[in-house]
């Protein structure tokens, strides 16, 4: 992978991350979907730990 594919990859993955932090904040405690939202946030901050440690 070259430098502007990791960098693009970074980028998209940083702006997934917010996205699911505003979602998260906004879905109510009640919902199941919390959950998942979290799980798919932890995922996407997994993979931009990788990309800045490659």
């Known amino acids: 992978m070259n430098e502007v594919e990791r960098e693009v990859?970074?980028?998209?993955?940083?702006?997934?991350l917010k996205e699911l932090?505003?979602?998260?904040?906004?879905i109510p405690d009640?919902?199941?979907?919390?959950a998942y939202l979290f799980r798919g946030k932890e995922r996407v901050r997994?993979?931009?730990?990788?990309?800045k440690e490659g």
């Open 9 to 16: 990859l970074r980028k998209l993955a940083e702006k997934a």
């Open 21 to 26: 932090e505003e979602a998260y904040r906004r």
């Open 30 to 34: 009640t919902d199941n979907g919390k």
């Open 46 to 51: 997994l993979m931009l730990d990788i990309l």
